[in-house]
């Protein structure tokens, strides 16, 4: 997720303090870093693709003075990590500077009537946009708060914006839909889109409000609504020690990642679903784009593996031929592939050596590739014909969990456009899905708020070993229930198809071996039957389901309540809860939930 920062003195130092302000911002992740500085007369920029190190080697020689300055770490969303793509973005005069976060969703439509009125772009930004339209306004007579004002009433998306010019020494920022803070202190002030960023100078906040627009200088501020009425903000002093605050306030990065679930689906979903009408909206990938496809197969690793077996199961059940391969397996008898045949690689890094693998011998073997990845400039999203990202924002914890959750939704969408374009036909459930799916980051929110997570691990956080079951869609978030507790709690855990429980492991089951069974609403009543086995050898049931199903909560010790949705989409909601369980007991565990030993978050040897 890209950060801002921001500092309003009236003397020198800027530099040293926005430095300061990116480093403690890397937690969020990035791949360039940059700032601008307001040094006399314009803003001088500095930027650089990768890490922070690389942005203080070019300031090394000479350090700029002023006081005031914005700065930024980028993580790509609109064109690959480069220093042209890296922030600060100025106009054609290099007299407005912009920081940015979030998402221009009309930029192309804006930037292609800039380009017809002679603008010059330097990047393949969405952001750069802004700056040419403050310059056109500047240029027609405008104040700098005025340019502002009417360039953001010309954007749409979600965004958190800061822009200094040379014609004063302000800052202007607004926030819709991204955060932003504002920190005061003693003669200069900050912006953040987190307050970590500038807890090292002062801890007293102002929270700005969703359309607010904040005018900065060193000696006070003015906040404004949308309107441009002028409101009072109160300010708040916060009490987080600095070395906690990278993780948000959150003890682990998986923790906070997991409570980052309905930002980064609503991220995932922006712009791309219409529930209203059934159209789906995939930039990337218009309506017949798929046409040719006979059949589909996914290749991944570990978690993205079982989002894969997710996306198959939704196509096979729609008509069109789709199969899941482990991408270290694919390599010896996979069926045969053709132009014929769409190989989808979904992998959170990009950078998976297996699926990697697995993805250039499709190539080599004349199958188009898509890349489904959360890294824009992947290795596996250059090395593709094609590449759809998921949008979950930077994850850090070695546990994926967030991005699972965005594969899911992603892939569902890219299976809507799939089956209209092979089989011409659209599901009669499209609408019922699309809107579960709208709905899905409030019901995410719902079970962080009520989850009983926390006490239902500490009930059996010392058993012998850890059994999930699910049938169907929910097989997939069975398998991985099981791969994440194992993963971050060192505990025996395994996970099932419901019906294959007494075709062996029954014989593992006793009453020291809880059984975690999920359900969706769709035959459920074969789980059941599958729960009451495990029921009578003792076993203790933990169901993960909707308070819908009376007969499920009968035969449960205890249950994990999801918000009712559609069958298809209930498994994102179950997963949820698992994850939390999972974590709730690696942490009453006391194991280094972030950094599981011997594993690592990007796996890049065969
Ligand atoms: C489990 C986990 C791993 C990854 C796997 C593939 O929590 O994170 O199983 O899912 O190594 O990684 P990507 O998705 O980056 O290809």
Not at 62 to 71: K, N, T
Not at 406 to 419: C, F, I, T
Not at 422 to 445: I, K
């Amino acid at each position: 997720m890209c950060g801002i920062i921001a500092r309003i003195g009236g003397d020198d130092g800027a530099v040293d303090e926005l430095l300061t302000g990116l480093e403690n911002l890397e937690y969020r992740g990035y791949d360039s870093a940059g700032l601008a500085v307001k040094n006399g007369s314009g803003p001088e920029v500095f930027k650089r693709q990768g890490e922070i190190s690389h942005l203080k080697e070019v300031l090394a020689d000479e350090v700029p003075d002023g006081g005031l300055g914005i700065g930024h770490t980028r993580w790509s969303t609109h064109g690959p990590p480069s220093d042209e793509n890296a922030h600060p973005h100025t106009d054609c005069s290099g007299d407005v500077a912009i920081v940015h976060n979030g998402i221009i969703e009309n930029y192309d439509e804006l930037k292609a009537d800039l380009l017809a009125r002679g603008h010059e772009f330097t990047s393949d930004t969405d952001t750069e946009v802004i700056p040419h339209l403050v310059e056109e306004s500047l240029a027609e007579g405008a104040d700098p708060e005025t340019a502002f004002r009417e360039t953001l009433e010309k954007l749409s998306g979600s965004y958190a914006v800061a822009m200094i010019t040379k014609h004063d020494h302000a800052v202007y920022a607004t926030r819709r839909g991204s955060p932003l803070v504002l920190g005061v202190s003693d003669g200069e002030y900050f912006l953040a889109s987190d307050v970590p960023a500038f807890l090292d100078f002062t801890d007293d906040v102002i929270y700005l409000d969703d359309g607010d627009v904040v005018e900065v200088r060193p000696d006070g501020h003015r906040i404004t609504t949308a309107d441009g009425e002028a409101v009072e903000r109160s300010v708040q002093t916060v009490e987080w020690d600095p070395e906690d605050a990278g993780k948000g306030g959150y003890d682990h990065y998986m923790l906070k990642e997991i409570h980052e679930q309905p930002a980064a689906l609503r991220q995932t979903l922006r712009g791309r679903a219409d529930p209203t009408t059934g159209d789906i909206h995939l930039e990337e990938f218009p309506p017949g784009t798929f046409e040719d496809v006979k059949r589909v197969q996914f290749v991944a690793c570990g978690t993205s593996y079982h989002a894969g077996l997710v996306g198959a199961q939704f196509l096979s059940d729609s008509g069109v031929p789709a199969q899941t391969f482990l991408a270290s397996e694919y390599a010896t008898g996979q069926p045969p592939v053709d132009d014929e045949t769409l190989v989808v690689g979904v992998t959170q890094s990009g950078e998976t050596a297996d699926t990697l693998s697995a993805l250039r011998r499709a190539n080599a073997s004349g199958a188009k590739t898509l890349a489904v990845t959360n890294v824009v400039g992947s290795t596996a999203a250059r090395e593709c014909d094609d590449a759809l990202f998921i949008r979950a924002g930077p994850e850090i914890g070695v546990a994926a969990t967030k991005t699972f959750s965005s594969q899911v939704v992603s892939l569902a969408l890219l299976g809507e456009r799939l089956v209209r374009d092979v089989t011409g036909t659209r599901s009669p459930e499209t609408r019922e899905r699309l809107d579960a799916l709208s709905d899905l980051p409030g019901n995410v929110q719902q079970i962080l708020d009520y989850t009983s997570a926390r006490r239902i691990a500490k009930r059996y956080h010392d058993s012998d070993a850890y059994f999930f079951i699910g049938r169907g869609a929910v097989r997939p978030v069975a398998l991985e229930g099981a791969l994440k507790f194992k993963e971050i709690s060192y505990e025996h855990a395994e996970g099932f198809a419901a019906g294959e429980l007494k075709h062996g492991p029954l014989a593992l089951v006793t009453d020291r071996t809880p059984v975690f069974a999920v359900f969706t609403g769709r035959n459920d009543e074969k789980t059941l039957g599958n729960v009451k086995e495990a029921e009578a050898r003792g076993a203790p049931v933990v169901a993960v389901a909707s308070d819908a199903n009376d007969e499920v909560y009968q035969h449960a010790d205890e249950v994990l309540t999801i918000p009712e949705t559609h069958p298809d989409v209930a498994g994102v909601l179950a997963n949820v809860q698992l994850q939390l369980v999972s974590y709730h007991a690696a942490d009453l565990l006391g194991r280094p939930i972030d950094k599981p030993r011997n594993l690592a978050k990007s796996v890049t040897v065969e």
